[in-house]
């Protein structure tokens, strides 16, 4: 088990970065804009690549920091209606909903992965002057839900702990 604890820690290691890759992926978003604006109203001289590669990376940045987002509680949550239940009912319909979305990711971690191995047997590239090709690109979407799978079911081997030790009430 000392390499899963090996890779365990890698891993977070790594989820620790996405959010910087993700903060320097904004600046660079928002450097580029600026440049744009100042090329095409200062000088005249509008861009071709700025609106493409911006576009890019505003769908990379999601999917980088999501899974590090719902490993701190970040994402919203509704509870109004678990409030009305048990606490041990509420730890098993916690569990059912981690189960749910840790099923969810798989599914589009599958399809993720076939739409960009289809693009890349096809040699599809966009409809963009940078004529890119569009399979690297798009598997940020897998990645990115292969990292939240991870976390569900990281965090759904805590919801079952904490489900088993409570007791129901009488």
Known sequence: ?????????????????????????????????CYEVVMRYFFNLPTSWVTEITSL??????????????????????????TQFSEKKQALI????????ALTCAVLIVYGVKMAWQMF??????ETLLRLFKWPLLLIIPFGFLMLL????RKTA????????????I
Do not use: S
Not at 121 to 126: A, E, I, M, N, S
């Open 57 to 82: 990376t505003l769908l990379w940045i999601p999917f980088l920091v999501a899974a590090w987002v719902f490993r701190r509680n970040g994402h919203v949550r509704m509870d109004l209606l678990l």
């Open 94 to 101: 916690h569990v059912v909903t981690l189960l749910v979305t």
């Open 1 to 33: 088990m000392k390499w899963l604890t090996r890779i365990t820690a890698l891993y977070d290691r790594f989820l620790d970065w996405t959010p910087v890759l993700a903060c320097l992926l904004l600046y660079f978003t928002t450097a580029a804009v």
């Open 158 to 169: 805590e919801a079952v702990k904490k489900w088993r030790t409570l007791r129901p009430r």
């Open 150 to 153: 991870v976390e569900f079911l």
């Open 121 to 126: 047997q096809d040699g599809y590239r966009t």
